[in-house]
């Protein structure tokens, strides 16, 4: 975090990232005096509702962060800003966007939290978007001049007033994490296998394990059984994937599952009235398997330089990933987020999928939406085989079983989205490969 009064002396001169929370109202003008080098700009946290028509100035701008401001109408001057692209403004108060305001190379766009209703026809013109944050709007329609951001991978609509999800967006050749609950087009599913209640006394919560845009998760004590779990409280606003609520629906919906974190039950008379649940406690040593996506990979999980995956280990972690996927599209689960860094594997390779944050239902009863709508995750999972695939050792043996992987990554990532297989094929035949490997090692 900077100050103003850095930047007033002169003292940031040169730099490439500036962030700046402290009450402003107006853009500061001193920020000019950095055109020459200034690439990433947040100015998250203050009170500013509009930017200077000749904010263009700042020719190497390339990421802008205006989250929790005053903003009422998504500022049109970004669209002179050709070196931009990425732009959030979520947790605004925008309700207009003026058609032609996006810029021209916009890949990564954020207007979580505010009152929108209606997308300009203009959207259509971002061919490079590749990541579209819409949730918790007011947004009745999606136009269909979105039909030509062939680029877009993720799409996150949840907690808006969409009626219906249109035909163009199942023909998207790149879409792979799509998330849409909480709107009038949503399905409601049947949670008759529902939790049992425990009361948050029941709980002495110990220490925080983690913190997630949905949540919080805490190691607790299970007093009555002499247990430790895992505890998570839910915030209960809007997050950028969704609602709280439809998490919670889907960690119940999902059921029982080797590959699955246990849900254990429900909390009932939390001392906030803050809605809980209760997991089995993952032990300390599993880990995550990639690392979320950076400002630059923007759609790609991140790995660290040095990892490596035997193909043993490739194969058991994408079967049990397969697995575990027809598992829930089966019960008409859409997980949304299928990500190596929602994984975690132990020193063994058996790995869990978490993290329902962005989890939608869909009717299993409508054959041609459910199939759909899971070919749309199986490219997610062909990302996910690319991923692991990138980090064999170059030495690998039994190069017939590598190739047949890689011809399964690519019939999942194929961009007509008709011909990609289902989940319950993609187990099968990743079976095989595991026979195959074991009779030629």
Known sequence: MHTFQELQSGALKGISKLKLSCGLKFFPEEIFTLDDTLEVLDLSGNHLSKLPDDLWRLK?????????????????????????????????????????????????LVLTNNKITKLPASIGSCTLLQKCALAGNQIETLPPEMANCINLE????????????????????????????????????DLSEDLDEIEWTEFEVQELLGEGASGFISRAQWVSKAKDVAVKVFKGAVTSDGLPQDEMNACVAAGLHENLVATLG???????????????????????????????????????????????????????????????????????????????????????????????????????????????????FGCLLEDLLKHLPADT?????????????????????????????????????????????
């Not at 931009?84 to 990564?108: H, Q, Y």
């Not at 993720?154 to 709107?183: M, V, Y």
């Open 60 to 108: 190497k701008l390339r990421i802008l962060f205006l989250e929790g401001n005053e903003f009422t109408v998504f500022p049109a001057i970004l669209s002179l800003c050709e070196a931009l692209t990425m732009v959030g403004l979520k947790f605004n108060k925008i309700d207009n966007i003026p058609e032609n305001a996006f810029p021209p190379n916009l890949r990564w």
């Open 154 to 189: 993720l799409l996150r609509i949840s907690a808006n007033k969409l009626t219906q999800l249109p035909e163009w967006l199942f023909a998207l050749p790149r879409l792979s994490w799509l998330a849409f609950g909480g709107n009038p087009c949503s399905y409601s599913i």
């Open 397 to 441: 043996l039994n190069k017939e079983v590598v190739l047949q992987y890689h011809a399964l990554k690519n019939n999942c990532m194929q961009e007509k989205v008709g011909n990609r297989p289902l989940f319950k094929d993609i187990f099968k035949r990743l079976r095989i490969f595991v026979t195959q490997f074991h009779s030629l090692c």
């Open 266 to 380: 429900r909390i009932v008379r939390h001392p906030e009235q803050k809605q809980a649940l209760v997991f089995e406690l993952i032990p300390s040593h599993y880990r995550n398997l990639g690392g979320p996506p950076s400002l630059i990979t923007c759609t790609r999980d991140v790995f660290t330089a040095d990892t490596i995956f035997s193909l043993q280990e490739v194969l058991q972690i994408s079967t049990a990933i397969a697995s575990v996927c027809a598992h829930l599209h089966e019960r008409g689960i859409l997980h949304g987020d299928l990500y190596a860094h929602n994984v975690l594997i132990d020193a063994q390779a058996n790995a869990l999928l978490g993290d329902f944050g962005a989890a939608s239902f869909y009717d299993r009863n409508n054959p041609s939406l459910a199939m759909a709508i899971e070919k749309i995750e199986v490219r997610a």
